[in-house]
């Protein structure tokens, strides 16, 4: 990948002639690619290890104590009266069975357990705390060391300045980009390579609320750092809500990882991951009607395309990484 | 369709599995956990940085006492030694202290409290997850170092414990001498206002301010100061550590 150079430039920003034919743009640099990707794996890992660490005491409670009945979140086993087990979980008053994924599925041996997630979603699969302890703090150093060269990277770059905090003309345009994304209708042109209004407040919350907060809660949860901590322990209600918040939260990057997903199916699932791999995404020509947004700029410079056979790529301005 | 629904979350499952198999292959590996392990050393210096050796935990009021203080590991030693203790309600109970010390002693419960005697209501935190506020009596374990002379060579404090977890593997723990000299690191004998059950740890235990349950020894014999803790048990500490738990359990 020679394009960074290009990447670089900082020739006078002039606006492109409307071009028809589609075209490489390298949009992803390579430290944002390593950086993504890093981050999937440390996600990823922190999730099922994190399970197998909850699996150990499966049930969540607000406040500082764990007083037997308070909990709010319960998965449980029991045996009902021909000597099955039988898996519930619990939220507040409302409980359902759920034998087999949740308070009780399948061991090792294939017999039904008592274990609050099964073994096909916690690292290490049979039930081994000290294990899950370990892949978990050790991704937990990948994940906060990746996530602050990662903000570190954006903010020197002005990727988050530019491309994720959103502009005036972003927040009038909110119902638009709402109407857009229910409908799964996403821009082809140079449109596409701007992050929308609803794109912008996913990341930032994502990034500063989910992954600072998911760190900070986790701290919480350590009682040498709550010497000092206490203040920040005591302002969320106590470790358990600390515990509760971090397990919110890790249920909350699941479900954006769920909408991200979906977005790259549905956007072109080739072209997405060729972005974010090597770095080159191909945008399709421009629509007949003009576009009111302002057309990504486009430096003169032609670099050599990687990919021998597409459309010649074109040197982009870094904004969108 | 529904064919290539049902390739589609084979391969899923397929990725899945070969994640998991991956993880459990290198769980199961000496060079893998080793790796994986290398988080503590880090964890145990940045959290000394973040935290000083100095900071003191959160001591909270009597309204936040928990109902039921929890037992957790041994809650009924078996051992004949701790039976017979028990038999006398632990009239004739003396904490041994001993190894790198210029005078061993034998110290009651009441040698004990003339040493010193505080009380402070913390919280405990289980590396399973729970935690649980008591209110705690106890003798701070500097006032013993002091009364017996810690050698310059020690570097360690092991508390050797009356349950055995298997057959000759009693429970033991250890701790550096910073943390031992920390002002809330208590050898407990009183647990909200009432001699300490036997369920935690009777007749004394260890109580460390910010550091998880299993470190806080119960059912303590014998205090002994070494210079390294390689030659007990399997070497690694404690009981929990030599199972593959963190001897740095401040998180």
């Known amino acids: 990948m020679n394009a960074t150079s290009a990447v670089e430039t900082s020739v006078p920003v002039t606006p492109g002639p409307a071009t028809t034919a589609a075209r490489l743009i390298y949009r992803h640099t390579l430290p944002i690619r390593i950086m993504h990707w890093i981050n999937v794996i440390a996600l990823t890992l922190m999730l099922l290890s994190g399970l197998q660490i909850f699996n150990a005491h499966p049930y969540l409670y607000w406040g500082n104590r764990s007083d037997q009945g308070t909990e709010w979140l319960a998965l449980a086993a029991q045996e009902d009266a021909a000597g099955n087990l039988v898996g519930t979980t619990r939220i507040g008053q409302h409980q359902i069975n759920t034998t087999g994924v949740l308070g009780v599925s399948k061991g090792s041996d294939g017999t039904p357990v008592a274990r609050g997630f099964p073994s096909w979603l916690t690292v290490p699969s049979a039930g081994w705390l000290a294990m899950g302890r370990r892949w978990h703090f050790f991704f937990a150093w990948v994940f906060v060391l990746n996530g602050l060269c990662y903000i570190g990277y954006s903010f020197a770059r002005k990727h988050l300045q530019r491309d994720m905090w959103p502009t005036r003309a972003d927040w009038r345009g909110i119902g638009r980009s709402i109407i857009d994304h229910i409908r799964f209708k996403h821009p082809h042109g140079a449109e596409a390579l701007r992050y929308n209004i609803l794109q912008r407040l996913a990341y930032l919350t994502v990034i500063f609320l989910f992954g600072i907060g998911i760190v900070l809660m986790g701290l919480a949860m350590s009682p040498r750092m709550d010497a000092v901590l206490s203040p920040l322990v005591e302002a969320v209600g106590g470790r358990q809500s600390a515990r509760s918040i971090h397990f919110i939260i890790a249920w909350a990057f699941v479900a954006f990882v769920v909408i991200h997903l979906f977005e790259v199916l549905v956007s072109g699932v080739f072209n997405q991951l060729r972005g974010m791999i090597t770095g080159y995404y191909k945008i399709g020509p421009e629509p007949a009607a003009p576009i009111e947004a302002k057309p990504a700029p486009v430096t003169p410079e032609v670099t050599p395309g990687p990919l021998a056979g597409e459309p010649t790529p074109i040197a982009e301005d870094p904004r969108h990484e | ?251």
């Open chain 2, 1 to 251: 369709m529904s064919d290539r629904r049902s390739f589609l979350r084979m391969a899923g499952m397929g990725a899945v599995g070969m994640l998991l198999a991956g993880c459990d292959r290198i769980s199961q590996s000496g060079l893998g956990t080793r790796v994986l392990g290398s988080a503590e050393g880090l964890n145990r210096r940045v959290q000394a940085l973040l935290s000083p050796s100095s900071a003191m935990a959160k001591e909270y009021s009597e309204a936040d006492i928990s109902p039921v203080f929890h037992p957790n590991g041994t809650t009924m030693p078996d051992t004949p030694a701790y039976q017979a203790l028990m038999a006398n309600q632990f009239r004739d109970y003396k904490l041994q202290v001993d190894g790198l010390v210029s005078r061993p002693a034998m110290l009651s419960i009441a040698d004990l409290k003339a040493l010193d005697d505080r009380t402070q209501i913390t919280r405990h935190d289980c590396v399973e997850g729970w935690s649980a506020i008591g209110k705690w009596r106890g003798t701070v374990l500097s006032a013993v170092l002091d009364h017996v002379g810690v050698s310059p060579q020690a570097a360690f404090v092991v508390f050797h414990c009356f349950d055995e977890m298997d057959v000759d593997t009693p429970y033991y723990e250890s701790v550096d001498i910073r943390e031992a000299r920390h002002p809330q690191t208590l050898l407990a004998f009183e647990l909200n206002d009432q001699p300490l059950p036997v369920p935690n740890g009777a007749p004394l235990r260890l109580r460390l301010g910010r550091q998880l349950g299993y470190k806080q020894a119960k059912y303590i014999s014998r205090i002994e100061l070494v210079s390294s803790f390689k030659e007990i048990g399997d070497g690694k500490g404690g009981y929990w550590e030599d199972q593959g738990y963190e001897w740095y359990a401040g998180i």
